[in-house]
T-cell receptor, first 112, second 113 residues
Framework: GQSLEQPSEVTAVEGAIVQINCTYQ??????LSWYQQHDGGAPTFLSY????GLEETGRFSSFLSRSDSYGYLLLQELQMKDSASYFC?????????????FGKGTRLSVIA | SAVISQKPSRDICQRGTSLTIQCQVD?????MFWYRQQPGQSLTLIAT?????????ESGFVIDKFPISRPNLTFSTLTVSNMSPEDSSIYLC??????????FGAGTRLSVL
């Protein structure tokens, strides 16, 4: 079956940089997505990598290596408001780009 | 992106009753999805709802428990039937937008007493 593995929790200091890793096992891979979810909120799309390499969107960057079945989300200049859960996600086998299979999520705590 | 309105945002229901959740999109979309998310957990796909066809349910979810309607390209409903406390969860609808990304509604927080 498909699976995406990511750390359950990460703690980082305000202003620092944090990397959240995601390894996946899936066939028919279309790309890796990242979502942010604050407590009580809906998942919000952050980034998508279809090709190997780095995608940068402001303070957030995402990286993909298809050969290693690995990706990461990089958050720079951490702010307290970045405290949230972050999910990596990939398309399901046999389907198009959606719906997605989600990892279990990484809870990021930003401390002063 | 797509703007998705989901309602109700939350509800408290008695066991044995049913609740219908509505999802409205600001543009026509082919694919709509319904997820369940237990507190602190990941998202689990319930079903895929395409207009003009029966919804496709994932393993562990059945139509009698979670009937879905998809009357047009901008709207869908999910009903949670004959509820029990185990159905207490967050229910989310999502759509595949024209940019092939998946976008989510704000969710419905359901508590069953």
């Amino acid at each position: 079956g498909q699976s995406l593995e990511q750390p359950s929790e990460v703690t980082a200091v305000e202003g620092a940089i944090v990397q959240i890793n995601c390894t996946y096992q899936t066939s028919g891979f279309y790309g890796l997505s990242w979502y942010q979810q604050h407590d009580g909120g809906a998942p919000t799309f952050l980034s998508y990598n279809a090709l190997d390499g780095l995608e940068e969107t402001g303070r957030f960057s995402s990286f993909l290596s298809r050969s290693d079945s690995y990706g990461y989300l990089l958050l720079q200049e951490l702010q307290m408001k970045d405290s949230a859960s972050y999910f990596c996600a990939a398309a399901r086998e046999g389907s198009g780009n959606t719906p997605l299979v989600f990892g279990k999520g990484t809870r990021l705590s930003v401390i002063a | 992106s797509a703007v998705i309105s989901q309602k109700p945002s939350r509800d408290i229901c008695q066991r044995g009753t049913s609740l219908t959740i509505q999802c409205q999109v600001d543009s026509q979309v082919t694919m709509m999805f319904w997820y369940r998310q237990q507190p602190g957990q990941s998202l689990t796909l319930i079903a895929t709802a395409n207009q003009g066809s029966e919804a496709t349910y994932e393993s562990g979810f059945v139509i009698d428990k979670f009937p879905i309607s998809r009357p047009n390209l901008t709207f869908s409903t999910l009903t949670v039937s004959n509820m029990s406390p185990e159905d207490s969860s967050i229910y989310l609808c999502s759509v595949e937008s024209v940019d092939l990304r998946e976008y989510f509604g704000a969710g419905t927080r359901l508590s069953v007493l």
